[in-house]
């Protein structure tokens, strides 16, 4: 597990052990169940790994300081870390996206995007873009 710990990127332990937890889902599941179904395995491995965490943590959505709907994170580990599942064959710039949205619409700097869907995991860490220059 330690070629997934990389000190330099913040809270690189955490999402090893998150990582970590994935796998060993994916190890005993394989692919070709649906989300739900690793989102509760996942659930379970995180409880037993001592890892504490939301699991469908609803939060609100706002534009320009509306409210505008909510939407439901897979996992929120250690109050740090947003995880967000996926069970698709494979990842696609959509699903990295999503993910960057919710960094950004719930004021978090780091999340994992994990794909139990493929003969192997995947896994994407992803951080809050940079603010961009304003000219």
Do not use: C, W
């Amino acid at each position: 597990m330690t070629t997934m710990i990389k000190k330099e990127y913040k809270d690189s332990e955490l999402t090893g052990k998150i990582i970590g937890a994935a796998m060993e889902v994916h190890k005993h599941l394989g692919n070709g169940f649906q989300e739900v179904i690793y989102q509760r395995a996942l659930s379970i491995e995180l409880n037993m790994q001592g890892l504490e965490h939301e699991r469908e943590k609803e939060m609100d959505l706002a534009y320009k300081g509306h409210k505008i709907g909510q939407r439901r994170v897979d996992f929120f580990v250690g109050n740090k870390i947003m995880v967000e599942i996926k069970a698709v064959k494979q990842l696609e710039d959509v699903h990295l996206a999503q993910a960057i949205n919710y960094l950004e619409a719930y004021g978090m700097e780091i999340g994992l995007l994990i794909n139990f869907g493929s003969t192997s995991l995947q896994f994407k860490r992803v951080m809050k873009p940079r603010p961009k220059n304003q000219s």
